[in-house]
């Protein structure tokens, strides 16, 4: 079964920056398109950017021109670099494809604030 993990996250001050990072245990994802989700406390996850393996990307309107997401699957992972973080981007972040089909990882805390 596919395992998906994510780190990177953790405390930064509005403005700041962070880079995400997701590995699979899966080659074969390297052939789906996989994407950024994003849950915030009481709220629902929702996409947040996705990357497909022609690299075609897509951005959740919020995050256009501040994150970028990317991918090396030689290396089976899957990156988010976020800049220029607002308090709205607090959040858990969670790696998968998309749309959701593996099992969802315990995702890596972002937590925005001054």
């Known amino acids: 079964q596919v395992q998906l993990v994510e780190s990177g996250g953790g405390w930064v001050q509005p403005g700041g920056s962070l880079r995400l990072s997701c590995i699979s245990s899966d080659t074969m994802l390297k052939f789906l398109t996989m994407a950024w989700y994003r849950q915030a406390p009481g709220e629902q996850r929702d996409l947040v950017a996705a990357?497909?393996?022609?690299?075609?990307?897509m951005y959740t309107d919020s995050v256009k021109g501040r994150f970028t997401i990317s991918r090396d699957d030689a290396k089976r992972t899957l990156y988010l670099q976020m800049n220029s973080l607002g308090p709205e981007d607090t959040a858990i972040y969670y790696c998968?494809?998309?749309?959701?089909?593996?099992?969802w990882g315990q995702g890596t805390e972002v937590t925005v604030s001054s």
């Open positions: 998968n494809t998309h749309p959701p089909r593996a099992p």
């Open positions: 990357i497909n393996d022609g690299d075609h990307i």
